[in-house]
């Protein structure tokens, strides 16, 4: 298992790089580049697609174990809260108590949970 701290990475995702995301997968949902949109569906601001604040979690990943995430990594993810367009994201984790990997999430700018998990690597120096 590597040693270390788990990377701490921050995005700003930007309402461009949302709609640049939006474009690549389809996704034609709104709430992620329509401010009215995104208020009408009770939130005050468009929505990051969630997939891209998992992507983040897996890049720390990718970071702390080295290439051998690529092939043999395993995250399990809960999306907990939306991250809004212009909200900071800030991945962290931790060594699971008792159990092989680390407990990882990304945190909105207030320090809220917005996705969480549990990541391993068995392959990883």
């Known amino acids: 298992m590597p040693q270390g701290e788990f990377p701490v990475l921050r995005r700003r995702f930007s309402q461009a790089m ?6 690549v ?12 949109a995104a208020r009408a569906a009770g939130f005050p601001a468009p929505l990051v697609h969630g997939a891209m604040a998992a992507a983040l979690v897996s890049e720390a990943c990718r970071a702390h174990f080295g290439p051998a995430w690529l092939s043999a990594g395993h995250l399990k993810l809960s999306f907990i809260k939306p991250l809004l367009v212009g909200q900071l994201a800030t991945t962290g984790g931790r060594p699971r108590a008792g159990a092989p990997g680390y407990e990882v999430w990304c945190r909105n700018e207030a320090g809220e949970d917005v996705v969480v998990g549990e990541a391993e690597c068995p392959e990883a120096k």
């Open 18 to 23: 949302v709609t640049a995301y939006g474009e």
């Open 25 to 36: 997968n389809e996704d034609r949902n709104m709430i992620h580049y329509d401010a009215a």
